[in-house]
């Protein structure tokens, strides 16, 4: 069966949890070298409770984004995606607006760049890492498929999205009119602007990344790990249409991943070993 571009990534986009019985993982309260973009405007999700920031690490292309509920009187926080380099620009950040960072989130276990997890733990007492379960790492907390991160107010789900390594997931904002609107989706290297994470390494499957993204409103804000060439942010519609890797069939789609020819990243030697152990330091163990 030959599947056409807007029904292909219909296809693709498939996984739709069901949260009524998720468990909810509450906070205990309820282009220099680097870059701090406040996304504004009609590329932003809008919500009197939430803050939010896109960041970004120029060496790894990274991008951190930081959450808050404004409407909390502790204003809990949590980043996704911190890089080690950019901690101190985090939570200098963090600081001056007046947050309690509560959690330091990670899509996957990245192979370019080296996670701030573990130092943000040692400077902030208190601050718990989150990371798939599937993903075999270590953190204080595993996620997986159908549950749900709350900080005061808002939460985020998770969507498992496998096959740039085994362990991706996706966190997506809320659903419902008070939340922000429209939703916003960190998708890690699952999904990139005008493309996707290779799947070549890490117990990657091009079968599993075909299957596995996400179904969402065509507003849907897409917010990736990375870019490369200048983008700050996408949309599932967009995706739908202009995504050259994501509107091929099946099996086009497996050519293309499997001819990518792409050079490890130069930090994997370094990156891989940290991660694992949830950025510079091992952990000890923690009940969840």
């Given at each position: 069966m030959v599947v056409t571009r807007f029904s292909r990534l219909q296809h693709l986009l498939l996984l739709q949890p069901r949260f009524q019985q998720s468990r909810v993982l509450r906070h205990p309260l309820t282009r220099t070298p680097t870059l701090i973009r406040s996304v504004m405007g009609s590329s932003s999700s809008s919500s009197s409770k939430l803050l939010f920031r896109q960041l970004f690490e120029k060496e790894s292309s990274t991008y951190t984004y930081l959450?808050?509920?404004?409407?909390?009187?502790?204003?809990?926080?949590?980043?996704?995606?911190?890089?080690?380099k950019t901690v101190d620009r985090d939570l200098k950040l963090i600081n001056e607006l007046g947050l309690k960072l509560v959690y330091a989130m990670n899509t996957h276990v990245h192979a370019d760049h080296v996670t701030g997890t573990g130092l943000l733990k040692t400077k902030v007492p208190g601050?718990?890492?989150?990371?798939?379960?599937?993903?075999?790492s270590k953190a204080d907390k595993f996620v997986e498929h159908g549950e749900k991160v709350s900080i005061g107010d808002i939460h985020l789900e998770v969507r498992a999205t496998p096959?740039?390594?085994?362990?991706?997931?996706?966190?997506v904002t809320g659903e419902g009119a008070?939340?922000?609107?429209?939703?916003?989706?960190?998708?890690?290297?699952?999904?990139?602007?005008?493309?996707?994470?290779?799947?070549?390494?890490?117990?990657g499957c091009s079968d599993q990344l075909y299957e596995s993204i996400f179904t969402l409103p065509k507003d849907t804000?897409?917010?990736?790990?990375?870019?490369?060439?200048?983008?700050?942010?996408?949309?599932?519609?967009e995706e739908m249409?202009?995504?050259?890797?994501?509107?091929?069939?099946?099996?086009?789609?497996?050519?293309?991943?499997?001819?990518?020819?792409?050079?490890?990243?130069?930090m994997i030697d370094v990156a891989l070993p940290a991660n694992m152990v949830c950025g510079l330091q091992d952990l000890p163990s923690q009940p969840n």
């Open positions: 959450l808050a509920d404004i409407s909390h009187p502790d204003k809990p926080a949590l980043l996704i995606d911190p890089v080690d601050v718990k890492s989150v990371i798939s379960k599937a993903s075999g096959g740039h390594t085994a362990g991706c997931v996706t966190y008070d939340r922000p609107q429209p939703r916003m989706a960190f998708t890690g290297d699952a999904v990139l602007i005008r493309g996707c994470g290779r799947t070549d390494f890490q117990g804000l897409i917010y990736p790990a990375h870019d490369y060439k200048g983008y700050e942010v996408s949309t599932v519609g249409q202009h995504n050259p890797r994501l509107t091929k069939d099946k099996e086009t789609f497996k050519t293309i991943m499997s001819n990518l020819n792409l050079p490890y990243p130069k």
